[in-house]
């Protein structure tokens, strides 16, 4: 009876010093650098919001802030590497639609973000464009379609990320068209063979490919979205092309392990906020062609889920079939 009596006082005496310490940890972060997980290569519209946010939080923060490059399996590398890191808050993973999109693309997702993952805050909306390489015969989104179903088959599209790839099945549904898929690892590598005309067409942000529509490497065709961007007014939406359903507004946010504590969350949101406000970021930003989009954790998770369920009704009526 006695050993009973003593035993349990000693474990409550554990357990809140257990508790207490995993407190007084959270309340301390972030006790070290955080690593900002990118899935693509260097040189996407991820990475470039993530080193232009990452360097303004890790004021905030007073760590470091060091951007991972984690590319691969259309995004699934990089989810799966946050997703199985320690919930303390200091892997952090720059995500949006490739988890969006997952469940209309895969009968068995390889990261379900609302079991394994947690939001942090959304970071940018994008913009979405398709263009074709330098020397590519149409001028037109029309006169490419056109080159197509003279030769199916003959035009080659380079697809370098989930989102892209549903994008990609929906153009060649709606416009009923076969183009050729080519798939890439990243941007970088999609580029040097649109450059060397090995490949055609591109689906990308407008952040990526401003400085290449600039310089004349890349030609815009069409834009995504329910209107034409500032940036691009001479461009047609895919809407206007007679392609519907492309209203899509893709973003990019950042999200942590399911059961990181609510302190860092919300840390890393104050940080992430903060950053967002700032003139210079938002101007840097906008110059890339990106919109600062602060909000709360909740807000981002609620557009994530409704997006999912809306990509698969979508996926649904396209008649995408869904990989394995």
């Not at 050993?3 to 005496?13: G, I, K, M």
């Not at 357990?15 to 972030?30: E, G, I």
């Not at 390889?110 to 942090?120: I, T």
């Not at 507004?249 to 906020?273: E, F, S």
Request: net charge positive; hydrophobic share 45%.
């Amino acid at each position: 009876m006695s050993t009973h009596r003593t035993f349990l006082p000693a474990l409550w005496l554990a357990l809140c010093a257990a508790f207490n310490a995993s407190t007084a940890c959270a309340a301390d972060f972030p006790t070290q650098a955080v690593k900002l997980v990118v899935v693509y290569q260097a040189g996407g519209a991820n990475d470039i919001v993530a080193r232009v946010l990452g360097d303004r939080m890790a004021v905030t923060l007073g760590q470091p802030v060091i951007v991972v490059n984690k590319p691969g399996a259309n995004g699934a590398m990089g989810a799966q590497f946050v997703a199985s890191a320690p919930a303390d808050g200091h892997t952090v993973l720059m995500g949006g639609m490739p988890l969006v999109v997952a469940r209309a693309m895969y009968k068995t997702p390889p990261v379900e973000f609302e079991k394994s993952l947690a939001p942090v805050g959304k970071a940018v909306n994008l913009s979405m464009v398709l263009v074709a390489r330098k020397e590519f015969p149409a001028q037109t989104f029309a006169e490419m379609l056109a080159i197509e179903r003279r030769k199916p088959g003959s035009v080659s599209m380079a697809v370098t990320a989930s989102t892209y790839e549903f994008y990609y099945a929906r153009i060649n549904k709606l416009a009923n068209v076969d183009i050729l898929k080519v798939p890439y690892s990243g941007v970088p590598a999609a580029m040097q063979d649109l450059g060397g005309n090995r490949v055609d067409l591109l689906i990308d942000t407008l952040a990526a490919q401003k400085p290449f529509i600039e310089n004349g490497t890349t030609r815009p065709l069409a834009v995504f979205g329910d209107r034409r961007l500032p940036d691009l007014p001479n461009v047609p939406t895919l809407a206007e092309l007679g392609l519907k359903g492309f209203n899509d507004q893709p973003y990019v946010g950042m999200l942590v392990p399911k059961g990181t504590p609510h302190i860092a969350v919300q840390r890393l949101n104050q940080a992430l906020n903060e950053a967002l406000g700032r003139p210079e970021v938002k101007d840097r930003l906008q110059q890339l062609g990106l919109t600062a989009a602060p909000g709360t954790p909740e807000a981002l998770f609620k557009e994530m889920k409704l997006d999912s369920d809306r990509f698969v009704e979508v996926g649904i009526q396209a008649g995408i079939e869904k990989q394995q």
